[in-house]
Nanobody
Framework: QVQLVESGGGLVQAGGSLRLSCAAS????????MGWFRQAPGKEREFVAAISWSGGDRHYLASVKGRFTISRDNAKNTVYLQMNSLKPEDTAVYYCAVDLSLIVRTDPRVVDYWGQGTQVTVSS
């Protein structure tokens, strides 16, 4: 059974930083894309960032580019999201995602596995 376990969420003031982690287990994820989505209250789930297996292909939501950095450690089946210069509009539940695709895709409908979500709250 596939499990994605997220950690690192919390409450932070605007301008602060958080680092999210997501550890995957239950099958081999060799070659596949991992990423992060988020969902704020009353809004649809949106793509935040994704990274290919090699790490050579990374995509970001325009509003987080330059502030967020996605990375992965394939030996640990773990993906990270370093979030700097956080803004109140970044407040949401953040979900780890695995897409069994060799190319990076940003559509939440193609995600094969989801984590349980971790709350990120940025106060002004």
């Amino acid at each position: 059974q596939v499990q994605l376990v997220e950690s690192g969420g919390g409450l932070v003031q605007a301008g602060g930083s958080l680092r999210l982690s997501c550890a995957a287990s239950g099958r081999t994820f060799s070659g596949y894309t991992m990423g992060w989505f988020r969902q704020a209250p009353g809004k649809e789930r949106e793509f935040v960032a994704a990274i290919s297996w090699s790490g050579g292909d990374r995509h970001y939501l325009a509003s987080v580019k330059g502030r967020f950095t996605i990375s992965r450690d394939n030996a640990k089946n773990t993906v990270y999201l370093q979030m700097n210069s956080l803004k109140p509009e970044d407040t949401a539940v953040y979900y780890c995602a695995v897409d069994l695709s060799l190319i990076v895709r940003t559509d939440p409908r193609v995600v094969d596995y989801w984590g349980q979500g971790t709350q990120v709250t940025v106060s002004s």
